[in-house]
């Protein structure tokens, strides 16, 4: 994990110079810490014939409440022993690169929306048979739909997050309201703003571009965007890379506010930090995380057994309320505190701004070099 960026102002930020390959590397699926190696998922049983499955998890207490509300009851009830790999999707999606589609290291991989698009123009996924998950019907179709390439549905959606504006309260009294706000004087010097090579930063350029009704895949609105962002080339203080940056530089008031994550942000607050989040009013923007069953699985029928435990209403309520992400199934009913700190639901998610990946991927690169021309 790396250390904060951070800065007095004037000074040069460390330039990010990550590729495309690896933007979509920090999970931002939802603003989880990763980081570790692999392991295996405890005392689960090893099954009538001994059948086990890979299955890939972000490390961390992401990762232990996963172990606990899917693997613990599907190893259970079904005697098939999960093995869980923890990590981040850019090194998954680097072994499933070196598979090439045989063999495949992994019988469930959890990916973000970019790394699925790379993962899908390899030829490294299975499309799904949706027709034999027994909750397919009851998942948003808003989520499974950002899990659709060229007509084919590859994906279960997890969770999601939104992407909107989190501050400190003791520094920053009234509320951001939206995007611009970030732009306000009397926050220059307390900005922190992730790199375009980390979801989030992307993420937040997306509603730059989006905001006034711009594409990514035009050049002249992704122009306008960054003449946005030159406006806080003097104002930025810190320029995180991953989720414990981002809690580092506002913990220790390099920051008091960023683009990040809803369920970081209430998770944060819970621990007793004086953190709030604000959905942007133009409209938040999706961090989807989805579970793929990549080509070469030589468990596959085990694999959707295991798919079918992700998807249950019953398996993803703990683990949504303790994340504070919206789940994929849409049958779930919160508990109240859930409800009335996280935006969820299909008619929330027609309302984000989703990441044009398709085109986002090849110009990454580029959009990076000048981001650090801005920031330099």
């Given amino acids: ?52 499955i890979t299955v890939t998890a972000f490390a961390g207490p992401w990762g232990e409440l996963f172990k606990k ?58 499309p799904l048979k949706t027709g034999d998950l027994s909750h397919w019907k009851q998942l948003d179709p808003v989520l499974t739909q950002q899990s659709t390439v060229e007509g084919s549905s590859y994906g279960v959606p997890l969770t999601t997050g939104s992407n909107g504006l989190l501050y400190r309260t003791d520094k920053i009294k009234q509320a951001p309201r939206d995007w611009t706000d970030i732009f306000d004087k009397k926050y220059c010097g307390h900005v922190a ?111 959707y057994k295991f798919l079918d435990y992700l998807s249950a209403a019953q398996y993803q309520k703990p683990f949504a309320e303790g994340t504070f992400y919206g789940a994929g199934n849409d049958t779930i009913d919160y508990s109240p505190d859930f409800k009335t700190k996280v935006k969820y639901g299909e008619a929330v998610y027609k309302t984000f701004t989703w990441v044009d990946y398709k085109t986002a991927t090849p110009k990454l690169n580029e959009w990076q070099q000048r981001w650090n021309q801005i920031f330099k």
Avoid at 2 to 18: E, K, N
Avoid at 221 to 247: I, N, T
């Fill in 1 to 52: 994990m790396r250390a904060a960026l951070s800065r007095p102002r004037g000074r040069r930020p460390l330039l990010a110079l990550a590729s495309a390959a690896t933007v979509l590397a920090a999970v931002a699926g939802c603003g989880v810490d990763t980081g570790g190696s692999g392991g295996g998922s405890g005392d689960g049983g090893s099954g009538s014939k001994g059948e086990q």
């Fill in 69 to 126: 509300s899917f693997v613990a009851p599907f190893e259970k009830d079904t005697g098939i022993k999960v093995n869980l790999v923890y990590g981040a999707d850019s090194a998954w999606l680097t072994k499933l690169r070196a598979a090439g589609g045989k063999d495949a290291p992994f019988d469930v991989v959890a990916l973000t929306p970019g790394s699925l698009h790379q993962a899908v123009g390899g030829g490294l996924l299975q």
């Fill in 193 to 303: 703003l992730p790199p375009l090579t980390y979801n989030a930063g992307l993420e937040f350029f997306s509603a730059l571009v989006s905001q006034d009704g711009g594409k990514l895949s035009d050049p002249a609105d992704v122009d306008k965007a960054f003449e946005k962002l030159a406006r806080l080339k003097d104002c930025v203080s810190a320029y995180p890379a991953d989720a414990g940056s981002v809690s580092t530089v506002l913990q220790n008031g390099d920051a008091w506010i960023v683009p990040f994550w809803d369920g970081r942000a209430f998770a944060m607050a819970k621990e007793g930090q004086p953190i709030g989040f604000s959905y942007p009013a133009s409209g938040a923007v999706g961090a989807l995380t989805s579970y793929y069953v990549p080509k070469g699985s030589a468990h596959t029928e085990a694999a």
